[in-house]
């Protein structure tokens, strides 16, 4: 059963930082592009960062470009989001994405409040 698994929300004060992790189940993990996303109350939910398979190429949104790096370590099938210098309006639930076989695959999210 292909499944993703998200780690690491919480409460966090503005400047302060944060570390996503996602474990991935049930796929060659290696093989796959893999994804952050967040989703603020009353928003879209909007892509963060993607890091590819092979070359662990990096895309960012640009509001959190140079605070927010992705990275991936295929031994442990996890996909991490350092978050650092957190504003409040990162505050979101934080998802986990994989396209697998052309299916979609989320995680239940976590949760991240930034707020003094």
């Known amino acids: 059963q292909v499944q993703l698994v998200e780690s690491g929300g919480g409460l966090v004060q503005p400047g302060g930082s944060l570390r996503l992790s996602c474990a991935a189940s049930g796929f060659t993990f290696s093989n796959y592009a893999m994804s952050w996303y967040r989703q603020a109350p009353g928003k879209e939910r909007e892509l963060v960062a993607r890091i590819t398979s092979i070359l662990s190429s990096t895309t960012y949104a640009d509001s959190v470009k140079g605070r927010f790096p992705i990275s991936r370590d295929n031994a442990r099938n996890t996909v991490y989001l350092q978050m650092n210098t957190l504003k409040p309006e990162d505050t979101a639930v934080y998802y986990c994405?994989?396209?697998?076989?052309?299916?979609?695959?989320w995680g239940k999210g976590t949760l991240v409040t930034v707020s003094s």
């Open positions: 994405n994989a396209r697998v076989l052309g299916r979609d695959v």
